[in-house]
């Protein structure tokens, strides 16, 4: 392996040798970090996987997280110009809406949201209400697609496998990778849920470890394997040195018999069904019923 000093020369759209100044948020009751990547020169900052506090057992929502975000942004000056998250979260909440009515900001996923809607709406018996062509989100990103936070140039990569919306966002020298991959020592995302592919994620995998080696990887999720302390940033060249399911020299058919089987092994995750009914509605709870409340359903026996 070996580092790429120019990377635009290679095809990128962006100048991977820029610095992209990060703060990361952990939110320790889904083990999910938040990112805030923000341009020096013009205090622009895009939020990425914003979590939503949500007590399960009572129903109730709060925003404790979201407020955290805030506050940085706040302090530091900076404007929010995009809110993006990198799939439909399983796992918790988005808080991008609230964020939204805050700080404003375009609210942006991938353009496979679709593809998740139709699945879920489905699953949840949404009815004909329910628009599935992603316009409850502001922006729906398309392979390659090129944006802007402030000065600094972004753009984005589909890797669908873990969900069909999946997608990698990069920034100067780092990627925000979203489920795609945990640290080296916690490997990959499953691949299971409806729409999912674990052969999929293989190659969108090798995407993301194609850029140069030297590139930083931020990650949704990290949950200290073995009792190590939480961390969430990484390297291309690590990752291809180290990570137990797809380092150098694993091929995609090893990789889809151990996902396979691994995925057998795994319970649903505790908030996939307030989860993604929310987020596959751009984070927004759904309409009040006739007595001026909101519900979230329970599928029986579908998941």
Not at 64 to 90: C, M, P, Q, R, Y
Not at 144 to 156: Q, R
Not at 282 to 294: L, S
């Amino acid at each position: 392996m070996s580092d790429t000093s120019h990377p635009v020369d290679m095809g990128y759209p962006v100048d991977m040798g820029v610095h992209a100044p990060i703060e990361a948020f952990f939110d320790r009751p889904t083990n999910t970090v938040s990112y805030v990547v923000s341009d020096a020169e013009t205090k622009a900052c895009a939020i990425y996987d914003s979590v939503l506090d949500f007590d399960y057992n009572a129903g109730r929502i709060s925003y404790e997280s979201a407020d955290e975000i805030i506050a940085f942004i706040e302090t530091n000056g900076l404007k929010v110009e995009w809110l993006i998250e990198t799939h439909a979260h399983a796992d918790h909440l988005s808080a991008a809406p609230y964020i939204q009515s805050k700080l404003g900001g375009k609210i942006g996923i991938g353009e496979k949201i679709t593809d998740v809607q139709e699945i879920f709406g489905k699953v949840f018996n949404a009815g004909t209400e329910f628009e599935r062509d992603g316009s409850q989100f502001d922006k729906l990103f398309k392979d390659g697609d090129v944006y802007m936070i402030g000065n600094m140039t972004a753009f984005a990569m589909h890797t669908p496998g873990h969900t069909p919306a999946c997608m990698v966002h990069v920034v100067g020298d780092a990627a925000l990778v979203g489920d795609t991959l945990f640290m080296p020592d916690g490997g990959t995302a499953r691949a299971d849920f409806p729409g999912g592919d674990a052969g999929q994620l293989y190659r969108s995998i090798k995407k993301v470890l194609n850029l140069p080696t030297n590139m930083r990887l931020f990650l949704c999720h990290d949950y200290g394997p073995n009792g190590r302390d939480i961390s969430w940033e990484t390297t291309v060249a690590e990752q291809r040195a180290t990570n137990i399911h797809v380092k150098d020299g694993i091929d995609e058919d090893a990789f889809v018999a151990m996902r396979s089987a691994r995925d057998e092994t795994l319970s649903v995750p505790k908030l996939i069904i307030p989860s993604v009914q929310v987020n596959m509605r751009a984070g927004k709870m759904p309409k009040p019923e006739e007595d001026g409340r909101r519900y979230l359903k329970i599928p029986l026996d579908v998941l």
